[in-house]
């Protein structure tokens, strides 16, 4: 159990916790600590919510693991539509108020909360995940090397394609979404040798549009993909991309996923089948490591990059048909390997 000392209690109950996030998105708090100052680590979603099978869900499960490992109260909190900048910072401050640290904002849009609500409870440790903009002394910044994992889609896209054209489906038009195109089109590119077509489309230029929240969006777009020969599609659309995996399986065809290994989520199992690997992010693992940090008494601050040699960026091996392909998985690990050695160098824009 945590020291009681290290964070300071309000000893208001969980009721008020309830109380004061009722107007800025639905509460989950687990555990029995609640007023004792054994209050842990909170997460709030980003668009999408938990259930989307991809970012969010791997967020929880590092809470999971948190709640596990560390025995404390942990708490969950949905994004709400159409929320402001005011209501995430509402949000964020509520959880450190009533004690839980860290306090983790899931997703890039937390940047503005996340720089507000740390000045204001410096005693409290913030992570937030997809941005690395927020410089603070008690501010984490877990970002992540998703160009590189992308480009190992891209190795399995071209090694698996038939047609000579694959398809990428990204969420929203924004830079962080571009690392994942880069990456992808750069790998069909180095391992087919200019042969195989990469057909690209974003679904939104803003994520209010639904571009990470809209699978119906996602599987228009593959759809239109599919129609232009696409036999292996990629998508980076957060729960979107169930869509562009759900399109795939009804063309038999190959879907790629993407930040959780989507073959193993239970959602999706009726088109696994067609899931040919995920290009993973352990943002459960970054979530994890700074709630231990904390718990350790020394929490991490600063930005805190995942890639292919810390092993928190690769590719899933689930599906059988791609974890027995030795001439697949061979082009992969020579691919692996050049990107560690700095041979290959992955572009994100």
């Keep these: 159990m945590?020291?009681?000392?290290?964070?300071?209690?309000?000893?208001?109950?969980?009721?008020?916790?309830?109380?004061?996030?009722?107007?800025?998105?639905?509460?989950?708090?687990?555990?029995?600590?609640?007023?004792?100052?054994?209050?842990?680590?909170?997460i709030a979603y980003d668009v999408g919510g938990k259930g989307d099978q991809s970012f969010n869900d791997a967020a929880y499960a590092g809470l999971e693991q948190a709640k596990k490992e560390f025995g404390y109260e942990t708490a969950d909190i949905?994004?709400?539509?159409?929320?402001?900048?005011?209501?995430?910072?509402?949000?964020?401050?509520?959880?450190?108020?009533?004690?839980?640290?860290?306090?983790?904002?899931?997703?890039?849009?937390?940047?503005?909360?996340?720089?507000?609500?740390?000045?204001?409870?410096?005693?409290?440790?913030?992570?937030?995940?997809?941005?690395?903009?927020?410089?603070?002394?008690?501010?984490?910044?877990?970002?992540?090397?998703?160009?590189?994992?992308?480009?190992?889609?891209?190795?399995?896209?071209?090694?698996?394609?038939?047609?000579?054209?694959?398809?990428f489906v990204g969420g929203v038009d924004i830079p962080l979404i571009h690392k994942f195109q880069a990456g992808f089109e750069q790998g069909v590119e180095d391992t087919?040798?200019?042969?195989?077509?990469?057909?690209?489309?974003?679904?939104?230029?803003?994520?209010?549009?639904?571009?990470?929240?809209?699978?119906?969006?996602g599987k228009t777009a593959a759809e239109g993909q599919i129609e232009k020969k696409a036999d292996v599609v990629y998508a980076a659309a957060g729960l979107s991309g169930q869509g562009v995996i759900e399109a795939a399986a009804a063309n038999k065809v190959w879907a790629i996923g993407v930040d959780s290994d989507q073959y193993q989520q239970e959602a999706l199992a009726k088109y696994k089948d067609y899931i040919l690997t995920s290009?993973?992010?352990?943002?459960?693992?970054?979530?994890?490591?700074?709630?231990?940090?904390?718990?350790?008494?020394?929490?991490?601050?600063?930005?805190?990059?995942?890639d292919l040699k810390t092993g928190e960026v690769g590719l899933a091996d689930s599906n059988p048909k791609f974890a027995d392909d030795a001439e697949l998985q061979e082009a992969i690990e020579t691919a692996k390997e050049k990107i560690i050695s700095g041979e290959i160098k992955v572009k994100s824009s």
């Design 2 to 42: 945590r020291r009681v000392s290290r964070i300071a209690v309000a000893g208001a109950a969980t009721a008020s916790l309830a109380l004061a996030l009722s107007a800025c998105g639905g509460t989950s708090t687990e555990g029995s600590s609640s007023g004792s100052g054994d209050k842990g680590l909170a």
């Design 279 to 306: 290009a993973k992010k352990d943002v459960a693992k970054a979530v994890f490591g700074l709630a231990k940090s904390v718990e350790d008494g020394k929490p991490v601050t600063g930005i805190v990059k995942g």
């Design 78 to 167: 949905e994004p709400t539509e159409g929320e402001t900048d005011a209501d995430k910072a509402q949000r964020l401050s509520s959880l450190a108020k009533q004690g839980y640290n860290p306090v983790i904002g899931v997703g890039y849009a937390y940047a503005p909360a996340v720089k507000e609500v740390a000045e204001k409870y410096p005693d409290t440790t913030f992570g937030i995940v997809d941005d690395a903009q927020v410089q603070a002394d008690n501010v984490a910044d877990l970002v992540f090397s998703e160009e590189q994992a992308s480009y190992l889609a891209g190795v399995a896209a071209a090694k698996s394609t038939k047609s000579n054209v694959v398809g």
């Design 192 to 217: 087919s040798g200019g042969k195989v077509k990469v057909v690209s489309q974003y679904l939104t230029q803003t994520a209010e549009e639904g571009g990470f929240s809209s699978p119906d969006k």
